[in-house]
Structure formats: structure tokens, C-alpha cells
């Protein structure tokens, strides 16, 4: 079967870095995915990795390890407005991505 | 540059009544096009997905369904709404297949409220 797990929630303190872990067991891989959610809103990406290693974005950065089926997404000098949902999702194959239930983060002053 | 546009964003629609959401992709041709329910607090979840006019693939056996007349327009429906149907509803489109994962881009998605 396909299972993509990730913690529920959790908290940070503004200016702080945070990891956000996903590990992953699907049918094939063609990439993982991290999205950003906030509350009410529609998901907008963030991140895409399909080979081992680190990628980095500004103040976001996503890791990848095949082997392992494992990822984390690293948030540093985190904002109040960084406080949302992070959803991590594989494509098995071209056509679908299979979604986490994603992780809620609140970062408190 | 690509836009992808759903409506209404919201609806309230009682038991039993029939359902149909819209939603257009502007900028791009032969979009892989998919709709997507969210329940309060939880996961999204895969309805249906296309990959050209009138190729539906069903994901979740349901009281759903959706067409796809045009290139660029998906349309979910459903003729009886049920209670469980209510949710946060997302479009989302991607590039065509290529020889890796395709991102896949939202909607502002439709909240529905079945009473």
C-alpha cells in the first residue's frame, strides 16, 4: 500500500529553525513534494526533491533520502506567518501525488 | 503565467440536493486536472483526476462524479449531496506527463456545507 506519515503538530518559538520529518512507503517514486497550508486556504508548493540530498530555498530547505524513504523540511528564523500546515506528498508515478495528513505548526512569539 | 480559478468558494446546500463546482485553468494547454476533498482536520484526499477531455479516473468509490468537456474546465458533481460530502473542495492542475513528478498547482478550493 501507499502511507506517507508526519507528525500532527508542532511548536516553535519565532526566530528559531524547526524540522518537519515525513517518512514515506509507496508503490514507485517520482518525487516528494512539500506544501505549505494555511488555515482556510489552499495548499501552495514549496519544495521538490527526486534525487538524495539537500535543496535549498531561502529560508526553507527540503531533504531527501531515497533509501531511507524519508524527508524533512527545515524552516530557520521562523515568522508568525510561517504558522500553518505542512503537507508532505509523493508521486508514486506522473499522474497522482499521495498526501500526508500534514503537520501543524504554530510558532509562538 | 498559469491561473486556475474554482467556483463558488463557498456553498451551503442541504441534504439530498445536486452539487456542481467549477473550475478553469487559464495559461496552459492539456493540463492534467484533479479534484480533491479535504475534511475538517484531516488529509486530502484524491477524487478524481484527468488527463485529457472526457478521460475521468475515480479514485474513491462515492456519490461523486466529474467531466471534463473542455481542455481547461472540471467539473465535479453529484446529484443526491449527502452529510459526509461536506468539506474543502480543491482543484489543481499540473503539466502534462513528463518523465518526473509533476507539481501540482491549486485552486482557491470551494467550502462546502452540507446541512
Known amino acids: 500500500g501507499q502511507n506517507i506519515d508526519q507528525p500532527t503538530e508542532m511548536t516553535a518559538t519565532e526566530g528559531a529553525i524547526v524540522q518537519i520529518n515525513c517518512t514515506y512507503q509507496?508503490?514507485?517514486?517520482?518525487?516528494l513534494f512539500w506544501y505549505q497550508q494555511h488555515a482556510g486556504e489552499a495548499p501552495t508548493f514549496l519544495s521538490y526533491?527526486?534525487?538524495?540530498g539537500l535543496e535549498e530555498k531561502g529560508r526553507f530547505s527540503s531533504f531527501l533520502s531515497r533509501s531511507k524513504g524519508y524527508s524533512y523540511l527545515l524552516l530557520k528564523e521562523l515568522q508568525m506567518k510561517d504558522s500553518a500546515s505542512y503537507l508532505c506528498?509523493?508521486?508514486?508515478?506522473?499522474?497522482?501525488?499521495?498526501f500526508g495528513t500534514g503537520t501543524r505548526l504554530q510558532v509562538f512569539p | 503565467s498559469q491561473t486556475i480559478h474554482q467556483w463558488p468558494a463557498t456553498l451551503v446546500q442541504p441534504v439530498g440536493s445536486p452539487l456542481s463546482l467549477e473550475c478553469t485553468v487559464e495559461g496552459t494547454s492539456n493540463p492534467n486536472l484533479y479534484w480533491y476533498r479535504q475534511a475538517a482536520g484531516r488529509g486530502l484526499q484524491l477524487l478524481f483526476y484527468?488527463?485529457?477531455?472526457?478521460?475521468i479516473s475515480s479514485e474513491v468509490p462515492q456519490n461523486l462524479s466529474a467531466s471534463r468537456p473542455q481542455d481547461r474546465q472540471f467539473i465535479l458533481s453529484s446529484k443526491k449531496l449527502l452529510l459526509s460530502d461536506s468539506g474543502f473542495y480543491l482543484c489543481a492542475w499540473s503539466a502534462p506527463r513528463g518523465g518526473l513528478g509533476e507539481t501540482q498547482y491549486f485552486g482557491p478550493g470551494t467550502r462546502l456545507l452540507v446541512l
Open positions: 484527468s488527463v485529457g477531455i472526457g478521460q
Open positions: 526533491n527526486v534525487l538524495d
Open positions: 509507496t508503490s514507485g517514486f517520482n518525487g
Open positions: 506528498a509523493v508521486s508514486p508515478n506522473t499522474d497522482k501525488l499521495i
